[in-house]
């Protein structure tokens, strides 16, 4: 199966080297389902810059903070359930913003074709109307 067609990728040599781990180890990470690359025509492994921040954040966990391969696992799926939350939370925000900017537009179409004028009075003791602003002050 061939993924990321025209993207950099480097083989599994390359990457070995490069974070200084055996190749066994990239194969033991793709055995778990912690690292899936892509495959050439003659069924190299070809890993992207996606794999390699991956691979990077995995690196980290097991190196710098101890965590085992499970423990990885449990954390790289959390970390995906987050991103998948935040961008629903991203499009519900954007879809409140719309929704509260139309309601806005459609008070201020309604209000000016008003018969009878809306007082608004605002904190500093102005009273506005729809048809223009007065400056009376309150009085308590």
């Known amino acids: 199966m061939k993924k990321n067609k025209g993207k950099a990728a480097y083989m599994i040599s390359a990457v070995a080297e490069q974070y200084e781990i055996h190749p066994q ?3 033991l990470y793709e055995r778990e389902g912690l690292l899936a ?3 050439s025509e003659g069924n190299t492994r070809l890993y992207t810059e996606e794999d390699l921040e991956r691979l990077e ?3 980290k966990l097991t190196r710098e903070l101890g965590v085992n391969l499970a423990g990885v696992e449990i954390i790289l799926n ?3 359930k987050m991103a998948a939350m935040q961008k629903q939370m991203e ?3 954007r879809t ?6 139309q309601r806005v537009a ?15 009075i605002n904190a500093l003791g102005v009273r506005e109307t729809r048809r223009g602003t007065e ?3 309150r009085t308590k």
Do not use: A, D, W, Y
């Open 96 to 101: 409140l913003n719309e929704e509260l900017s």
């Open 57 to 59: 954040v995995i690196l």
């Open 37 to 39: 690359p892509s495959r």
């Open 25 to 27: 180890t990239l194969r």
């Open 135 to 137: 400056t009376k002050r």
């Open 106 to 120: 459609n008070q201020r179409v309604e209000s000016t074709q008003s018969l009878v004028p809306v007082i608004q």
């Open 91 to 93: 499009g519900f925000m």
């Open 78 to 80: 959390m970390r995906e």
